[in-house]
């Protein structure tokens, strides 16, 4: 690994001291450069919205111990002046119409695994749900999750126990690539059950933070990480939540970066699927229970047709009212004359007469020497 | 019984020949009068649009056989002559846009037992759904049935396996009323399995039909009683569907007459729920899991909620700032001078004198010798 140049430094330094997204401090970077912004910092001459925030930690300069730190993990900063940077899903930040300085794109972000960041978010889906699970939540986000990652799509999630490790898990089973993006360094395993679960994921896709390497976990963490998993994501999958959930703050964070939100239904008799529930009466999510149902949502492919329906179309769909109520009179079995069915499906019988040939060419009706009967 | 008068004949004998709605009938019943119409169609000269249908029947006036036989079932014909006729639900056949000649209310119908049926069906909620119903589906509608027949309301459904009759044991059980509406006449017990429970459902409520006695099932009566459950009803819930099911029908019928449609979801696993997440996910029906989100949905438009709120909100719609503001510094009862109201609202005095005059044209405040108050 060769030594960090001024810039990756400069960026390592203000991610760190940001802690999260600044919106006026990413403003100040495009305009004046991310060395500029960084000397300004360390000066004490900043005066962006963020610089009382900045003020308490300037002196804190840890981006060369930071960035020696992750790439022993085996990891990397990738900031906007690389290539891998996720710019066009980062762009949705700036169509927010009202929003606070740390409702912004991340300053940078802290990377462990091998895989580029752009080409794995190219196309992803979130999913994302409660930490309690029920076994029909683990095993609707296993179907959904394999069946995306067997379709090439990216999944992308939490690290927490239940909906999101499921995922996470069924994508590594079928041989796909994820990215579970962290509220705390990238070097910490957490929670620490899923130690292994987070090496597998690095070592075939990515996990990710906005925050530098030691950061260690916190509930503000948490929601503002939730807003990166919406943003990296062409579209959010919750499969199960209760009634109050942080997958539905990630739904949020979805809906305000016009991102297709789903919801998977369960039984209303399960606390699990509340959340869902919710959201989709609200309007805040719309129903998804299959991967084919999440790509309708999120994926400018799959011109394929539902085609459920012509698995369930029964023969009498699209017959005319008058052939219908024909071979609706037809007793099931024996057979009867034109005169009779005419009185039974109160059709005049000269119509009768030109329906049943017409039934006959749909297979639907035979004539016999003592009249009609259904094939 | 008494025997039946002339008027009476002459709409079991439409009824009968009808074997279903006729709008054009029902029009030129409304225009001439059911014994001139009567008395043209078995006449031969009728000349409506349903004309042709009628003729194959024309000759056979069962009318007071008919009314014989419902009678000695324990049943009779109601008519729109009839205090019990539920014409206001039925009035929503009026408002549909497009309408085949059989997209009509009922002519008459036949019924089976001794309530009323204005008063029966004038707080009712339809609930319908598949045959092949899950226990989650049939546990399900128990709790949602018999909570709104706790709550007063009655339950209209059909008669089948499954979701209907879980509906209706689940109100009998809880000493509610319920409606079952029959593709079939009154008199035939089908399916033949619910032979007691039809007789249950009459002793304490309705089952009723379009179709005389003696009339035998058919697809496109179970069709054209789905339109009856849904006119009746003040709104549908659909509890289990398969993707292609009879309930959907029932729920297009109630979109139709502008009745509100609920689907409860289930697991995306369960073929029993497919149907009622693909009303859900196509903006066909709301998601409900309980009676009171099925009240919520069904409740306003019977006034049985308190919506004091929604109808003050409405009144104070579209007026300026001013006069929002005047109206609120007015106490809700008693008397207040212009001053005191300028003081409270935070209004100048003139403008105070200005808008109470504009509230008064309103309709929302009056002028006392004391000063002004609430209207």
């Given at each position: 690994?060769?030594?960090p ?11 760190t ?12 970077i ?6 500029d912004?960084a ?23 840890t ?17 906007p002046d690389?290539?891998e ?12 119409g ?6 912004g794109?991340?300053?940078a ?9 752009d080409?794995?978010?190219e ?9 309690a699970?029920?076994g ?20 992308i999630s ?11 898990r ?5 041989g ?8 705390c ?10 130690a292994r679960?987070?090496?597998r ?20 963490r948490?929601l503002?990480?939730?807003?990166v ?19 539905r703050?990630?739904?949020?964070w ?24 919710r959201?989709?009466?609200?309007g ?19 011109g ?11 023969d ?11 071979y609706?009179?037809?007793p099931?079995s ?7 069915v ?26 016999t ?7």
């Amino acid at each position: 690994m060769s030594e960090p140049d001024d810039r990756r430094l400069a960026w390592a330094y203000l991610s760190t001291l940001a802690q999260g997204a600044s919106r006026s401090l990413s403003a100040a970077i495009a305009e004046r450069g991310v060395l500029d912004v960084a000397e300004s910092v360390r000066a004490g001459r900043y005066g962006g919205e963020l610089a009382s925030r900045l003020a308490a930690r300037a002196h804190l300069d840890t981006a060369a111990s930071d960035l020696a730190r992750v790439a022993r993990a085996g990891g990397r900063l990738v900031t906007p002046d690389d290539d891998e940077w996720p710019a066009w899903q980062l762009l949705a930040f700036d169509t927010l119409g009202t929003a606070t300085d740390t409702d912004g794109p991340p300053i940078a972000l802290w990377v462990w695994g091998e895989r580029r960041l752009d080409e794995l978010t190219e196309r992803s889906v979130g999913i994302v749900g409660t930490r309690a699970a029920s076994g029909y939540g683990e095993h609707v986000t296993t179907e959904i999750a394999s069946d995306l990652a067997s379709d090439g799509w990216t999944v992308i999630s939490g690290a927490a126990f239940g909906v999101d490790a499921a995922a996470h898990r069924a994508v590594l089973g079928v041989g796909g690539a994820t990215v579970a993006v962290l509220a705390c360094g990238v070097d910490r395993a957490y929670p620490a059950a899923h130690a292994r679960l987070l090496q597998r994921i690095a070592e075939t896709g990515l996990v990710i933070s906005e925050y530098p390497p030691g950061t260690t976990p916190a509930r503000y963490r948490f929601l503002a990480r939730n807003r990166v998993i919406a943003a990296l994501s062409a579209g959010i999958v919750v499969v199960e939540a209760g009634w109050r959930s942080g997958a539905r703050n990630t739904a949020a964070w979805a809906r305000r970066l016009s991102r297709p939100v789903g919801a998977v239904p369960g039984p209303v008799t399960s606390a699990a699927s509340q959340g869902c529930h919710r959201m989709i009466r609200e309007g805040e999510a719309r129903l998804v229970g299959t991967a084919r149902d999440v790509l309708e949502e999120c994926g400018p492919l799959l011109g394929c047709e539902d085609d459920r329906d012509a698995l369930f179309r029964r023969d009498l769909d699209g017959l005319s009212g008058d052939m219908t109520a024909v071979y609706e009179a037809l007793p099931a079995s024996g057979v009867c004359e034109p005169a009779a069915v005419a009185e039974s499906a109160g059709v005049p019988v000269d119509r009768v007469r030109a329906a049943l040939p017409l039934l006959e060419l749909e297979g639907l009706v035979l004539p016999t020497d003592e009249g009609w009967r259904r094939a």
